[in-house]
């Protein structure tokens, strides 16, 4: 079994798995050259989105939408379907770390002091 390298730069920003810009230069300088936009489930040719886009969305955890559009037949009828999807999205955390040190799933308004350890 061998492996490769799919891209490489001086640089990335990794906001999930398979959501990942990499790139070369500096944001403070504002020479970026970006390399590879990745995200799963979105066009990236279609998306347009930059390295600077992966960065303010790991600074500030905003949300940043894209519009697709899908061919579509149904009972022989073709049509076109246009969506809007999240393409990034600020990361929150998975799993909340409890007391004792184990971690519990993570629930929208649930915070550590609901669980009860035993």
């Known amino acids: 079994m061998g492996l490769t390298t799919e891209s490489?730069?001086?640089n990335i920003v990794c906001l999930a798995p398979k959501c990942y810009s990499v790139f070369n230069g500096n944001e403070q300088n504002d020479g970026i050259v970006s390399l590879v936009n990745r995200m799963k489930g979105v066009s990236e040719k279609k998306a347009n989105l930059t390295t600077n886009d992966y960065i303010k969305c790991l600074n500030d955890g905003c949300n940043i939408n894209v519009t697709t559009n899908n061919l579509q037949?149904?009972?022989?009828i073709m049509s076109m379907i246009t969506m809007e999807k999240s393409?990034?999205?600020?990361?929150h955390n998975k799993l909340v770390v409890l007391s004792n040190g184990c971690c519990a799933p993570f629930m929208q308004g649930i915070n550590a002091d609901h669980y009860l350890i035993e």
Do not use: P
């Not at 037949?73 to 022989?76: H, P, Q, R, S």
């Not at 393409?87 to 990361?91: E, Q, V, Y």
């Open 87 to 91: 393409a990034l999205t600020g990361i």
């Open 73 to 76: 037949m149904k009972m022989g």
């Open 8 to 10: 490489q730069g001086e």
